[in-house]
Every structure is written in structure tokens, then in C-alpha cells.
């Protein structure tokens, strides 16, 4: 399966979940057990193909919209486990001299650190507005690493947990790059050493599971970001 139809197919699992969620509030409400039995199953085996790629591509457009993902267990859109995770996109970067402003735009429900290349970029506490970063300087040509602590704090009832991330560099000719938050993250449950530098190897963390599309979920269109 394509990488272009993977990413399409889990964004229309997640608007099916999202209908699912909104039919199972009305006053008598269907039974859709089957119905979120077969997502989840169509879900599985998307994750068992793998990442949708080897590592993030920039998107010479303006079409990149990110989704909101989580670490793959559950239905994290609806409750997840008041728990921290951990997050990485490799992506390439041609020619950092070329670059003229390079902006990081990011929320966590409900925190997140963030580090470029191992160096720390900022912490962000909401998932309501998107922190806005300038990253420029921490830029390189070749590859990239983007590295998320996020946090999902105890609440009193449900507990959604997401992350949404969308960087974006643009070239001195007005050529934008853009890098999103989608299926081809890497997740993981647990702090490991070294995990926020370029050299770690990821390749036995899962994919991230795409938790809703931007403007899906709880969270609906949060500010600070563009889809």
C-alpha cells in the first residue's frame, strides 16, 4: 500500500471513529460494537505494515495538514493512560543555508517538551492554543530529528491524549517545506537513553497511531494552527 493511501486510509478511520463517538451520544444510540471492531482491525494491520516511511519528507506545498497522534494503544481521542510518551520524526533538510525562517508549531493534550537535533526547543503547557517556536538556528542539512515528551495529566473522568506538531521552513525562493505530525512518527511508552539525539536508532519503536485528523477528536481546530 502506498504511503499516500496509508495516511488517507487513517485519516478516514479516525472521521469514522469520530461519527461513531458522535452517534454513541445520541439519546438512544446505535449499537456500533461491529462496526469499531472492524476499525480497530483495519487499524492493526495498517500498524503492522509499519511507519508510512523510513522517515518524514517535506511537503513542497501548503496541503501538509498534521494529525493528532498518541502511542498506539487504545482509542486515545477518547481516554488514555495519564501517562508520559515519547516521540520522534527524522526528516530531511537539503540546504540549511537556503532556509529563511523555520517556525514550530505545537500542542500536547496536556504537555510536551520538545527537542530539534538533541537540543531543547521549548515546553509548551496546553492543548488548546499551539506554542509557536522559531527553529532556524537548529536547523541542519541532511538529517533531522524532531523529539516530543508529551504528557497526558490525570483527569477526573475520560482522558483524551494527542499531539499535534507542524514545522515549517521556507527556502530564500519562497519554497515551503513542511513537516507534519502523522503515521510515520515514532512512538514509545518509555524514557530511553539518548532518545532525543539524531544517532538513536528507532527502529524497534512502534508507528504512532493517528489518534484523530486536525479539527477531528475533542480538540477540534485549536489556535495556532492552519489545516
Known amino acids: 500500500m502506498g504511503e499516500s ?30 462496526e469499531r471492531a472492524q476499525l480497530e482491525g483495519l487499524e492493526h494491520r495498517l500498524s503492522a505494515l509499519g511507519p508510512d516511511s523510513a522517515g518524514a519528507k517535506p511537503s513542497k506545498n501548503n496541503e501538509a495538514v498534521p494529525d493528532w497522534i498518541w502511542y498506539p494503544e487504545g482509542q486515545p481521542a477518547k481516554d488514555a493512560p495519564a501517562e508520559v510518551r515519547f516521540f520522534r520524526c527524522t526528516f530531511e533538510a537539503e540546504d540549511v543555508t ?8 505545537i500542542a500536547a493534550d ?3 517538551e520538545i527537542s530539534l537535533n538533541g537540543i531543547q526547543v521549548g515546553v509548551h503547557g496546553t492543548w488548546q492554543t499551539a506554542a509557536v517556536f522559531q527553529v ?3 536547523l541542519k542539512s541532511g538529517k533531522n530529528v524532531l523529539a ?9 473522568a475520560k482522558n483524551p491524549a494527542g499531539l499535534i506538531v507542524q514545522l515549517t521552513f521556507v527556502l530564500a525562493d519562497g519554497t515551503r517545506n513542511v513537516i507534519v505530525s502523522d503515521g510515520s512518527w ?3 511508552k518509555a ?16 508507528a504512532a497511531k493517528v489518534a484523530a485528523p486536525f479539527g477531528g477528536g475533542p480538540w477540534r481546530r485549536i489556535r495556532g494552527l492552519a489545516g
Open 148 to 156: 516530543v515528551r508529551a504528557e497526558n495529566r490525570p483527569a477526573p
Open 98 to 105: 537556503r532556509v529563511r525562517v523555520a517556525e514550530l508549531r
Open 5 to 34: 493511501l496509508r495516511k488517507r486510509t487513517r485519516q478516514e478511520i479516525g472521521w469514522a471513529r469520530e461519527l461513531a463517538d458522535r452517534l454513541s451520544s445520541l439519546p438512544q444510540p446505535p449499537d456500533l460494537s461491529r
Open 110 to 112: 496536556d504537555a510536551c
Open 136 to 138: 532556524g538556528r537548529l
Open 191 to 206: 524514557e530511553q537513553t539518548g532518545w532525543r539525539r539524531p544517532e538513536f536508532d528507532d527502529g524497534g519503536w512502534p
Open 186 to 188: 515514532r512512538a514509545h
